[in-house]
């Protein structure tokens, strides 16, 4: 089974408009981390945002939130005002358990986002 | 602050060649990780270390891999021999442990490696 899904391979928005990223998870772990990470044409993989499975309030980040839903094992990412800058691959990953640092990442499949005018 | 910083950029090679990848890491960063992303297998991790010592390499394809880490500000991914296959995106990355689970991953700009 797909420890990360992410069912949307390409998105389109609007600019200014606010857009949704899919991302569901499995674990059977208590202890995980949810981030996601914008991968732009260049190449890099930059980080957006962390929500530890323990955390009571959504994570947000400037115009990046995290829709955590525990029960339902849903991370979304919600772009609020898109940019044209942001159009991009966006991969949600998935850390499981807690071993003080040492713990790889799993990556979805990704979704590319293009933001139109 | 530098970020994580890997050489070369881009790297074409033939089949047969060896190859080394370079990557320093955040300073301070205890661990270090090594993934690939291709468009068949996605991203995936092949190591990591802690601390300069490799802690899991199970993601390590073959024998022809190997990874090295001989100080806490350096890394090298080697490929020898290379094959075509190995044409992938090669990405470090290192990481801090922090408070309440927070451990986030900052990667470097990648290595495209051509196998021809």
């Known amino acids: 089974a797909q420890k990360i899904t992410q069912t949307q391979p390409g998105m389109f928005v609007q600019e200014k408009e606010a857009v949704t990223l899919d991302c569901t998870y499995d674990t059977s772990d208590p202890s995980y981390g949810l981030f996601w990470y914008k991968q732009p044409s260049s190449g890099e993989m930059i980080f957006l945002i962390y929500q530890g499975s323990y955390d009571q309030q959504n994570a947000t980040e400037g115009r990046y939130s995290l829709n955590f839903q525990k029960a339902r094992k849903s991370a979304n990412l919600v772009i609020s005002a898109s940019q044209l800058g942001d159009s991009a691959m966006y991969f949600c990953a998935m850390r499981e358990g807690w071993k003080g640092g040492g713990n790889k990442l799993t990556f979805g499949t990704g979704t590319q986002l293009k933001v139109e005018l | 602050d530098a970020g994580v910083i890997q050489s070369p950029r881009h790297e074409v090679t033939e089949m047969g060649q060896e190859v080394t990848l370079r990557c320093k890491p955040i300073?301070?960063?205890?661990?270090l990780f090594w993934y690939r992303q291709t468009m068949m297998r996605g991203l995936e991790l092949l190591i990591y270390f802690n601390n300069n010592v490799p802690i899991d390499d199970s993601g390590m394809p073959e024998d022809r891999f190997s990874a090295k880490m001989p100080n806490a500000s350096f890394s090298t991914l080697k490929i020898q021999p290379s094959e075509p296959r190995d044409s992938a995106v090669y990405f470090c990355?290192?990481?801090?442990?922090?408070?309440?689970?927070?451990?986030?991953?900052?990667f470097g700009p990648g290595t495209r490696l051509t196998v021809l």
């Open positions: 990355a290192s990481s801090l442990p922090g408070l309440a689970g927070t451990d986030t991953q900052y």
């Open positions: 300073s301070g960063h205890d661990y």
